[in-house]
């Protein structure tokens, strides 16, 4: 037994997969269920063969930045790993693997859930009504905009991205146009009636929602910014459940300010927890803490994949969702 991987856990996990883990591997969780430092990471990749990190876990050049190290594989627990160096990884000859496909559902249902609510106004509503301050109904009252048979502009034409089509264009009759870094065939764009265009630019201004599903990092950042805001339909609609450093929140906060867009919703953030003060005084603006894939179903099966990845690994296979 005592040549089981030993596997350092950094967040607690849905019970049924901690129960998995302590079962196949020397399993040693975070009990504190913090997220842990850069000394923290350098110490531990001298002890675990494997670390299982999540998006609260910076391991940047930092916390990569030792001689050698024990551990083999960083599998992360969420799709996006922007929050790891994946050079540095390769570097100490450490795998890297997420876990893609079974959070695009939830995902793209929270992206539903504040698009809707961004455009129905339905944050403003229930802070006006748990505050005491509704006066009754009346018809120019909290006035929303139509959702159903607008244009939605999907920036990354990924996982998440078709699913979020899927609803857009069957549920409500969206128009759906989409921007990828590669081009997508033809066929997947005709299930659902989109037309892809070249550039963001280009994307921008035909749409009445535009919502991000493309990866964070540093080629990603700031990809909305002031520029970018201005050149969105006066009236239209921002919704983020990416990555956080993907909209400059400073530029996004004068276009709300200014009206200059409808409105925004955001479930991540620059830097999140913390919340650049700037955001807080915008009405117009939803904002969820990081609940994309929040649901017992998925975070479970989020964990069944990471499992997964690392029985691969340790069995010498290649994990199917090896990323580096
Ligand atoms: C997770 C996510 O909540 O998978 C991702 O990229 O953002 C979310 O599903 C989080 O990242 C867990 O690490």
């Known amino acids: ?3 089981r991987p030993r596997v350092l856990v950094t967040r607690r996990w849905p019970q049924s997969v901690e129960t998995e883990l302590a079962e196949r591997f020397d399993t040693v969780f975070n009990i504190e269920d913090k997220a842990m430092s850069a000394a923290d990471f350098r110490d ?40 790891i160096d994946t050079d540095a990884a390769k570097r100490l ?10 959070l695009s559902e939830c995902t793209a249902d929270l992206a539903m859930t504040l698009m809707l609510m961004v455009a129905r106004r339905a944050g403003e509503g229930e802070r006006e009504l748990r505050a005491g301050a509704w006066t009754g109904w009346r018809p120019t009252h909290l006035v929303g905009a139509k959702v159903t048979g607008k244009v939605l ?67 990603n950042r700031h990809l909305i910014n002031a520029r970018r805001l201005d050149l969105m339909k006066r009236g239209a609609f921002l919704i983020n459940t990416a990555r956080g450093e993907v909209i400059d929140e400073q530029a996004l906060a004068q276009a709300l ?46 964990g069944r994949r990471v499992v ?3 029985v691969d690994f340790f069995e010498g296979r290649e994990p199917g969702d090896r990323v580096a």
Not at 59 to 77: F, H, K, M, S
Not at 93 to 102: K, S, Y
Not at 272 to 295: F, K, Q, W
């Open 1 to 3: 037994r005592n040549n």
């Open 44 to 83: 531990a990749l001298g002890h675990f063969d494997a670390i299982l990190p999540t998006v609260t876990d910076g391991l940047g050049p930092d916390a990569l930045n030792v001689p050698q190290a024990r551990t083999r594989l960083l599998a992360n627990y969420g799709v996006g790993f922007s929050h």
């Open 93 to 102: 000859g450490i795998a890297v693997t997420n876990t893609p496909d079974v």
């Open 153 to 219: 502009g999907i920036v990354g034409f990924g996982r998440i991205g078709r699913a979020m089509a899927r609803r857009a264009h069957f549920g409500f009759g969206m128009k759906i146009v989409v921007q990828n870094r590669s081009k997508i065939a033809q066929e997947v764009l005709d299930r659902f009636d989109a037309e892809q265009v070249d550039s963001i630019d280009e994307l921008l201004p035909q749409c009445d929602f535009v919502s991000l599903h493309c990866p964070g990092g540093a080629a």
């Open 257 to 302: 300010m200014f009206d200059c867009i409808g409105g925004a919703a955001l479930d991540v953030f620059d830097g999140e927890p913390r919340i650049a003060p700037v955001l807080l005084d915008c009405d117009n603006l939803v904002m969820l803490p990081h609940l994309g894939s929040a649901t017992e179903e998925t975070r479970t099966a989020m």
């Open 308 to 310: 997964d990845n690392l």
